[in-house]
Structure formats: structure tokens, C-alpha cells
Nanobody, 123 residues
């Protein structure tokens, strides 16, 4: 599985962005697709995950209510709609795929990673 993330950019405090992650290769129903982020000088952290077959979602507390993860099975694409962005959301955002439908929140649970897309929120 290869992943291509896109949609990052520069936005003002309170603004919105939508990230996309297109997957090439077969995504099975039991897979989990996740988004992680890594700010400069900090560890990579979980943002959101979605199970491919039933669409069950899980979010980090820091983004709950502001971010929405969704998927388009026909396009093999997962999205992250980010609203009410804050400067602390500034990071490189990565999409990842896990062959287990556990909605894992740890990066070691994911086998495939995209290249990352920069999101910068100015105050």
C-alpha cells in the first residue's frame, strides 16, 4: 500500500483545511486508516482514525469536535476536515494504514505511511 497525502497549507487562527490521503493498492475492510501529526521538536501524535468497513471513528481529545475523519471507499481516499484551527495544530500531518481494525492510537500499530503534508496555523 502506498499513500499520498495532500491539502496542507498556511491558514489563519480559526480557519479550516481539508487533508486528503489517496491509497494505491488494495484496502481491505478490516483496515484502519489514521492521521498523525508531528510538530517541530515533538513526538508524533495520534489525531484520528477510521475503520474502513464500518466507518467507526476515534479522535484525540485535542481535536474532538473540530476535526472530522471520513473515507471514500470508491476512491480509496481518506480525508481529514479540520475546522477551528489553532496555532497549536501546526505540524506535519501524516496518514497511515494499519491492517488491523483496532483504531490504534499508537504509530507502531501502523505499517504504511504517507510522506506528510505541512499544516501551519498563524495567530
Amino acid at each position: 500500500v502506498q499513500l499520498q497525502a495532500s491539502g496542507g497549507g498556511l491558514v489563519q487562527d480559526g480557519g479550516a483545511l481539508r487533508l486528503s490521503c489517496a491509497a494505491s493498492g488494495r484496502i481491505f475492510g478490516s483496515y484502519t486508516l489514521g492521521w498523525f501529526r508531528q510538530a517541530a521538536g515533538k513526538a508524533r501524535e495520534f489525531v484520528a482514525a477510521i475503520r474502513w468497513n464500518d466507518g467507526r471513528r476515534h479522535y484525540a481529545d485535542s481535536v474532538e469536535g473540530r476535526f472530522t475523519i471520513s473515507r471514500d471507499n470508491a476512491k480509496n481516499t481518506v480525508y481529514l476536515q479540520m475546522n477551528s484551527l489553532k496555532p497549536e495544530d501546526t505540524a506535519v500531518y501524516y496518514c497511515a494504514v494499519s491492517p488491523r481494525g483496532l483504531l490504534s492510537t499508537v504509530s507502531s500499530g501502523y505499517n504504511y505511511w504517507g510522506q506528510g503534508t505541512q499544516v501551519t496555523v498563524s495567530s
